[in-house]
T-cell receptor
Framework: DQQVKQNSPSLSVQEGRISILNCDYT??????FLWYKKYPAEGPTFLIS?????DKNEDGRFTVFLNKSAKHLSLHIVPSQPGDSAVYFC??????????FGTGTRLKVLA | DAGVTQSPTHLIKTRGQHVTLRCSPI?????VSWYQQVLGQGPQFIFQ???????GRGNFPDRFSARQFPNYSSELNVNALLLGDSALYLC??????????????FGPGTRLTVL
């Protein structure tokens, strides 16, 4: 039972444009969400997080939006850069210690 | 500052064997979590340790065990290896004081292949 879903396995975007990565979840007990980026042969790197009491959190070029009623979150990257090409995972916190990860979306930013 | 380190980088074992994977957290971090990432999937939670005590475990069989040492480093042990245990094993460390909302910092992983 996949509680965190990333339905787009891949996404290609032109450099300078907006990248939008989506994530859906099923468990209403989740109250903290994160996005991680992963390059080949490296571990995931934390990007940005959001608590369920907020609907938006911004950090530089990265913004995460949370729609609790739709159980949906999205990561916006503006402007997209070739160095952003990586696999992006969304994750949700269950309880106090367990992160549930999605299956990832491979982003390719074209120069 | 050194990040999370894991050893070995790669490992090849045969079915039925035992394996030990090692993790050194970021200096000052007291919590270590272990994840299994099978190809094409996201990381799956195995264990979390804080101050040498198991804080939680995921849905993995008893063949999987772990421990944390006084210096906060950790070992993940897997007994009676199965082909399905082939995966990237990730270790993540966090300060540990804020439970789940502490950011977890991941190491590069150990790639385990079971033949």
């Amino acid at each position: 039972d996949q509680q965190v879903k990333q339905n787009s396995p891949s996404l290609s975007v032109q450099e300078g444009r907006i990248s939008i990565l989506n994530c859906d979840y099923t468990n209403s007990m989740f109250d903290y969400f994160l996005w991680y980026k992963k390059y080949p042969a490296e571990g995931p790197t934390f990007l940005i997080s959001i608590s369920s009491i907020k609907d938006k959190n911004e950090d530089g070029r990265f913004t995460v939006f949370l729609n609790k009623s739709a159980k949906h979150l999205s990561l916006h990257i503006v402007p997209s850069q070739p160095g952003d090409s990586a696999v992006y995972f969304c994750a949700a916190l269950l309880g106090t210690y367990k992160y549930i990860f999605g299956t990832g979306t491979r982003l390719k930013v074209l120069a | 500052d050194a990040g999370v380190t894991q050893s070995p980088t790669h490992l090849i074992k045969t079915r039925g064997q035992h394996v030990t994977l090692r993790c050194s957290p970021i200096s000052g971090h007291k919590s270590v979590s272990w994840y299994q990432q099978v190809l094409g999937q996201g990381p799956q939670f195995i264990f979390q340790y804080y101050e040498k005590e198991e804080r939680g475990r995921g849905n993995f069989p008893d063949r999987f065990s772990a421990r944390q040492f006084p210096n906060y480093s950790s070992e993940l042990n897997v007994n009676a290896l199965l082909l399905g245990d082939s995966a990237l094993y990730l270790c993540a460390s966090s300060p540990g004081s804020n439970w789940g909302t502490d950011t977890q910092y991941f190491g590069p992983g150990t790639r385990l292949t079971v033949l």
